[in-house]
């Protein structure tokens, strides 16, 4: 699995929107890209996943560029509740790909 | 994380003791993957299991550790002989098929050995 680069820390304020880039630089034809969140105490949580150019759902957009070797994602006007850590993954949707590999994320901590 | 059940949430032990964990997965699943956090770091992963069947097991350590998952019931993770190194959170992740993504977690149990 391609490895992945993230701040280890982002602050924001409350009605903000939060961008946080996760560079994988030998990213693979095959492989997508999968965001988790993790609040304290909890596992993880699946936020969004794609493969080129743009996907939005109900809690936040993935961006990623035409070589994809960096995405981003954006997450519109945060609230208290989205301090958590946000887990950048890589890999192919494929058979063998069942080893998740989590670096140590960005610890986002959303400020009144 | 609703649907993959661990308990216990929290487990106490002393050093020498058995532990279980135990892992229901969302319903339809026959897929389960564990894996085991220390604090400020990633996920890593262990083990993944079918029902019945080991299919990989090179993130679990060789010795004192195990892990099945039964033709019925939840998967057990089983450490024995349990060191003060084996404290950490360990999260169970099901899918409903090998190539199904994502996986679903559970919120883990947090293993403290004393």
């Known amino acids: 699995l391609a490895k992945t680069t993230q701040p280890i820390s982002m602050d924001s304020y409350e009605g903000q929107e939060v961008n946080i880039t996760c560079s994988h630089n030998n990213i693979a034809t095959n492989d997508y890209i999968t965001w988790y969140q993790q609040f304290p105490s909890q596992g993880p949580r699946f936020i969004i996943q794609g493969y080129k150019t743009k996907v939005t759902n109900e809690v936040a957009s993935l961006f990623i560029p035409a070589d994809r070797k960096s995405s981003t994602l954006s997450l519109p006007r945060v609230s208290l509740s989205d301090t958590a850590v946000y887990y950048c993954?890589?890999?192919?949707?494929?058979?063998?790909?069942?080893?998740?590999?989590f670096g140590t994320g960005t610890r986002l901590k959303v400020l009144a | 994380n609703a649907g993959v059940m661990q308990n216990p949430r929290h487990l106490v032990r002393r050093r020498g003791q058995e532990a279980r964990l135990r892992c229901s997965p969302m319903k339809g699943h026959s897929h389960v993957y564990w894996y085991r956090q220390l604090p400020e770091e990633g996920l890593k992963f262990m083990v993944y299991l079918q029902k019945e069947n080991i299919i990989d097991e090179s993130g679990m350590p060789k010795e004192r550790f195990s892990a099945e998952f039964p033709k019925e019931g939840p998967s057990i993770l089983r450490i024995q002989q349990v060191v003060r190194g084996d404290s950490a959170a360990y999260f169970c992740?099901?899918?409903?098929?090998?190539?199904?993504?994502?996986?679903?977690f559970g919120d883990g149990t947090r293993l403290s050995i004393l």
């Open positions: 992740a099901s899918s409903l098929n090998r190539d199904s993504q994502p996986q679903h």
């Open positions: 993954l890589v890999g192919p949707i494929t058979s063998g790909t069942y080893k998740y590999i």
